[in-house]
């Protein structure tokens, strides 16, 4: 069974940090690059972060880029989101999600289709 917990969204000022943590199921997490996403209001989930099984590569998208960093605890099935330096245009629901290459080269993809119910990031200016 999929699961996926995400967990350590809220409402933070500009210029603010929070860090997000999600727990993936064993199934979902082993062995795979995971990933962040984000849905803001009236818009499609864009991918955020990635990173790579042993943690050595990550990958960013442009909009986030020396601010957010992707980290994981394969021990604990766990992958974090350090988000500093936030923006109003950074409100969304975030998602994690175990990832695979897109059709388009350095874009990705969800690897499966569940979700979880994402965490609701707020940043007010």
């Known amino acids: 069974q999929v699961q996926l917990v995400e967990s350590g969204g809220g409402l933070v000022q500009a210029g603010g940090s929070l860090r997000l943590s999600c727990v993936a199921s064993?199934?979902?997490?082993?062995?795979?690059?995971m990933g962040w996403f984000r849905q803001a209001p009236g818009k499609e989930r864009e991918f955020v972060a990635a990173?790579?099984?042993?943690?050595?590569?990550?990958y960013y998208a442009d909009s986030v880029q020396d601010r957010f960093t992707i980290s994981r605890d394969n021990a604990k099935n766990t992958v974090y989101l350090q988000m500093n330096s936030l923006k109003p245009e950074d409100t969304a629901v975030y998602y994690c999600?175990?990832?695979?290459?897109?059709?388009?080269?350095?874009?990705?993809?969800?690897?499966?289709?569940?979700w979880g119910q994402g965490t609701q990031v707020t940043v007010s200016s």
């Open positions: 999600n175990a990832v695979t290459p897109a059709t388009d080269p350095g874009t990705w993809e969800a690897a499966q289709g569940s």
């Open positions: 064993a199934r979902t997490f082993s062995g795979y690059v």
């Open positions: 990173i790579s099984w042993t943690g050595g590569s990550t």
